[in-house]
Structures are given as C-alpha cells and as structure tokens.
C-alpha cells in the first residue's frame, strides 16, 4: 500500500482520537494520504491536523493508482464515497465512527489492527453489485450519477396517498404494487432499508436482487429474490403529479409519466475485509443473533 484516499463525511468532535490514529498509522507507514476537499476543511478547521495534505475533490481527481479508499463515519459516508470511486477500482475500507454499521465494519477500538492486517496481505477484497438507473424521458437530476450501491427506491412525493408500481421483469409484467414505494435492494442493501421493511438478509456475494414493497396496501405483496440478470422496468400511478427516486442517499424528483429502468451496474465496488472481520460476525454482532445463552456454546 503506498497512496490511499481518506473520506469523512462530516466531522464529529467524537471521531478526533480514531482521525489521529488512522493518519498516524499511514504515516508511519510511508503511506501517501489524500483527504477528501471538504473534510480536510473541516479537520483544518478543528485544528486536528498537524501538517499539510494532498486533497481531492472530485471523481476526476482519483484514478486506479490509490491502494485503498478509508471512510470515517458510517454506512452513509460509505454511500457518499463511492460517488468519487465508480469504476476506478479503488477498495473501500470503513472504520466505524457512526452507529450501527454493516458497511464501515472496522471497529474504531481496531484502527491499528485492521490496518497490520491489511499491509500483511491478511485479508480479503469482496466485490458488491450496484444498480444502474435510466429513464424515459431522461432526467438531467440522475444523469451523472445514475447508480446505487444499496438500493434505488420509488416513492411518493406530496402525498399521503399510496402510489402504484407497475412492475415489469425482463419485459414480462409481475404485477402493480399499491404501496408507498417499492425499493429494489442488492445484496449489501439488503441490511438496509429494504431490512427494515421485513425484505430478507442476503450474503454480499448473492448474485441476487430485491424487490421489496413499503406499506404495501395488498397483505400478500411480499418481498421476491429475483437474479441480478433481470432487468425492471417501473411506471407509477399517482394522484400528484411527480414521484421521487432515490440513490442511496440522494434525491431526484420526475414527472409520472416517467418510465424507470433499473439493471446491474456495469462496474462494481471491492470492500476490504481484514481477516478479523466477517459478514458473518457482522451479522451476528449487528442484529443480536448471538444474544441467546444458549447459543454460548457454539461460538
């Protein structure tokens, strides 16, 4: 490892110790650092620096020759940073300064660990699937940014009213969800919103998708596994005239007569997994599955 980018999405002055050590770690390392534009502002800002760095700012200003992507914060700050990754290949690599955290799994108590694993070769890189997104007519709010590492979501905009999903797989119809929304989950998304509407949990290396309706209206609209081959194709019914589609994290707003194709993304992201760590244990740590007593013994 000898160039890295570092990514933070906001600064917490909680995350000061684990921003000192992991630079620290880089440093002593010989290991070149370039931290995202806005947060060295802010580190700057917070007199957390003790010397000057190399910044980056934009898709643009990275290209294959950085080992190693480190986020400070949590899933979101994930999401945030893969804007600046896309295709290049860069691996991402997540220390946890945030809550909950199936993405940044590196644990903030860990920095140093993690890091000796990794400049070991004691890891592993796991590729994720992502969604690309078109529509019909096109969407200059989409455009650039057209793919979604944990989900793309339809939902309502203006309205308390449910709207209807006209869902179509490889060109054959399955069927028009009557619900607040429809999201469709990869494998790393399924710990996310999708989970939290009852969606199932798949292992990142699935080579699956998830469609999984919100509120649905119907009782028997339940989620369904479906190849990451399919390709979708979305119409909504709505009493306003605009429905919204999220990235992620981020927003865009069309007209209803907009036609959506959701496909796998050409390109996918690496997460580094040091071999302290697993989606397993992640599980197991995250969700409580291993809170039982009487699961003590099989550990």
Known sequence: MKKVAVYGQSYSISAEKEIKILLAVLEQNNIDCFIETAFYDLLIKGEILDKKYPTFNHFNDLDNTFNVMFTLGGDGTILRAITYIRNLDIPVLGINTGRLGFLATINKNTIKESIAHILKGEYTTQERTLLAVDTAPKSSEIADLNFALNEITIARKNTTSMIGVATHLNNEYLTNYWADGLIIATPTGSTGYSLSCNGPVISPDSKNLIITPIAPHNLNARPMVISDET??????????????????????????????????????????????QSFLQTLRSKLLWGEDTRNETNL
Not at 252 to 262: D, H, I, M, S, Y
């Open 231 to 276: 390709s979708i194709q979305l119409e909504v019914d709505s009493r306003e005239k605009d429905f919204l589609i999220s990235l992620d994290s981020r927003i865009a707003t069309v007209p209803q007569n907009t036609k959506v194709f959701l496909k796998k993304a050409p390109f996918t992201i690496k997460s580094i997994i040091p071999n302290n």
